[in-house]
Nanobody, 121 residues
Framework: QVQLVESGGGLVQAGGSLRLSCAAL????????MGWFRQAPGKEREFVAA????????GHADSVKGRFTISRDNAKNTVYLQMNSLKPEDTAVYYC??????????????WGQGTQVTVSS
C-alpha cells in the first residue's frame, strides 16, 4: 500500500515555473514506477510524465517535452515535476500515481488527491 500526497501547486503567470512534489507514505515507494497526470475542467485525465523505479528511464508527453522534467529521490520517498515556461493551457489539477510506467492511467494502482496549477496569461 502506498499513500501519495502532492504539493507545490498554485497560481503563476505564463512563462513562470513551479515544482510539484509527491511524497509517498509506505516502505515500498522505490519499487514503483511513478507518473504524473493532469486533468483540466471538462477534459479527460491526460498523461504528463513517468519515471521508472530506479529513475533511470523517463518519458514525457509531447505537449510538455522540453519544458517539464520528472525526477525522483528514493531516499526521500518523493517524486518531482519541474515545470518551466508554463502556459495557460497547462492549467489543470495535477495528480501523481504509483504503478507500472505507462502513459495509460489504468497501469497505475495508487493516486494522490491532486494539486491545482493555474497559469494566468
Amino acid at each position: 500500500q502506498v499513500q501519495l500526497v502532492e504539493s507545490g501547486g498554485g497560481l503563476v503567470q505564463a512563462g513562470g515555473s513551479l515544482r510539484l512534489s509527491c511524497a509517498a507514505l509506505g516502505r515500498t515507494f522505490s519499487s514503483y514506477d511513478m507518473g504524473w497526470f493532469r486533468q483540466a475542467p471538462g477534459k479527460e485525465r491526460e498523461f504528463v510524465a513517468a519515471i521508472s523505479w530506479s529513475g533511470g528511464s523517463t518519458g514525457h508527453a509531447d505537449s510538455v517535452k522540453g519544458r517539464f522534467t520528472i525526477s525522483r529521490d528514493n531516499a526521500k520517498n518523493t517524486v518531482y515535476l519541474q515545470m518551466n515556461s508554463l502556459k495557460p493551457e497547462d492549467t489543470a489539477v495535477y495528480y501523481c500515481a504509483a504503478g507500472t510506467r505507462s502513459a495509460r492511467a489504468l497501469q497505475y494502482d495508487y493516486w494522490g488527491q491532486g494539486t491545482q496549477v493555474t497559469v494566468s496569461s
